[in-house]
């Protein structure tokens, strides 16, 4: 079965630093990728996904995502960032065929001082 | 604007009781899926569904249990509410295929005292 983790579990830091949080994914053949996001006390909702083409995927506000398939790797970027980022960030992955569903990360809180 | 739409925000239920959780999309979608989030947990998988009257297992389908009579409602069902159920509920919808990310609902706050 495959597995999603994201290694950092709370990262805090100030308005304008920069942004990078980790998911890495264990099956080995092809894959669909996706970041959701929770801002307190709103549903999940879409950031970005990849399924082919450019490995370098944008999506909504300014964030961006990396998928490296030699390192398994698919992290959340983001050159500066606001106190509205402040939310819970989910990884998720599925094999890309068929209806697969979707295996989700434990999850990266962020918090944003401002 | 697409809506999944969970009945309740917020439910209290007594040990032992049946709990019926709905969930409606408006968007012809194939595919119902029904997630617990936990702290530190994530989401894992209890249920999903492709199609009508269809129902797989997710990963932690114990203590659990589903019917999908109509296309746009699932409904997820605790056939005996135990405390360890205590937990954010969510539900989600996609069209068919691997490429589709899922529309969630605002989710349902279940305490099992």
């Known amino acids: 079965a495959q597995s999603v983790s994201q290694h950092n579990h709370h990262v805090i830091l100030s308005e304008a630093a920069s942004l990078e949080l980790g998911c890495n994914y264990s099956?080995?053949?092809?894959?669909?990728l996706f970041w959701y996001v929770q801002y307190p006390g709103q549903h999940l909702q879409l950031l970005l996904k990849?399924?082919?083409?450019?490995?370098l995927v944008k999506g909504i506000k300014g964030f961006e995502a990396e998928f490296i398939k030699s390192k398994f790797s698919f992290n959340l970027r983001k050159p500066s960032v606001q106190w509205s980022d402040t939310a819970e960030y989910f990884c998720?992955?599925?094999?890309?065929?068929?209806?697969?569903?979707?295996?989700f990360g434990t999850g990266t809180r962020l918090t944003i001082i401002p | 604007d697409v809506k999944v739409t969970q009945s309740s925000r917020y439910l209290v239920k007594r040990t032992g009781e049946k709990v019926f959780l709905e969930c409606v999309q408006d968007?012809?979608?194939?595919?119902m899926f029904w997630y617990r989030q936990d702290p530190g947990l994530g989401l894992r998988l209890i249920y999903f569904?492709?199609?009508?009257?269809?129902?797989e297992k997710g990963d932690i389908p114990e203590g659990y249990s589903v019917s999908r009579e109509k296309k746009e409602r699932f409904s997820l069902i605790l056939e005996s509410a135990s405390t360890n159920q205590t937990s954010m509920y969510l539900c989600?919808?996609?069209?068919?295929?691997?490429?589709?990310?899922?529309?969630f609902g605002s989710g349902t706050r279940l305490t099992v005292v």
């Open positions: 099956y080995g053949g092809t894959v669909n």
């Open positions: 990849y399924f082919s083409g450019d490995p």
């Open positions: 998720a992955v599925n094999r890309g065929f068929g209806n697969e569903k979707l295996t």
């Open positions: 968007m012809d979608h194939e595919n």
């Open positions: 569904s492709y199609d009508v009257k269809m129902k």
């Open positions: 989600a919808s996609s069209a068919a295929g691997a490429n589709y990310g899922y529309t």
